[in-house]
Nanobody, 121 residues
Framework: QLQASGGGLVQAGGSQRLSCAAS????????MGWFRQAPGKEREFVAGIRWGAGTTYHADSVKGRFTVSRVAAENTVYLQMNSLQPDDTAVYYC????????????????WGQGTQVTVSS
């Protein structure tokens, strides 16, 4: 199970950190991803991290502003979001892929419940 938290209301230009706590073991080959879904839009890949190596991947839309990380001892993945803009408003989901690196949601077989991030202008 994945439990996402940390969402809320933030002003444009502000920062927020999301957390995703996993129960059960995460294997080094697993890939932990963050997705988001804005109203009326499809869910999109935001960032991800390969659990074992710690290699990170970020969508072009968030590069330089968002940073994904993990603390293995806590079984937790984080998404640090800086310079937030109203277009970042969405429900953010964490998910786990046992198929390795993927930006496609169909490759993820475990999902958290989502946490709302609202950025006001």
């Amino acid at each position: 199970q994945l439990q996402a938290s940390g969402g809320g209301l933030v002003q444009a230009g502000g920062s927020q950190r999301l957390s995703c706590a996993a129960s059960g073991r995460i294997y080094s080959s697993h890939f932990m991803g963050w997705f988001r879904q804005a109203p009326g839009k499809e869910r999109e890949f935001v960032a991800g991290i390969r659990w074992g190596a710690g290699t990170t991947y970020h969508a072009d839309s968030v590069k330089g502003r968002f940073t994904v990380s993990r603390v293995a001892a806590e079984n937790t993945v984080y998404l640090q979001m800086n310079s937030l803009q109203p277009d970042d408003t969405a429900v953010y989901y964490c998910a786990r892929s046992t198929r390795g690196l993927s930006t496609g949601e169909k490759d993820y077989n475990s999902w958290g419940q989502g946490t709302q991030v609202t950025v006001s202008s």
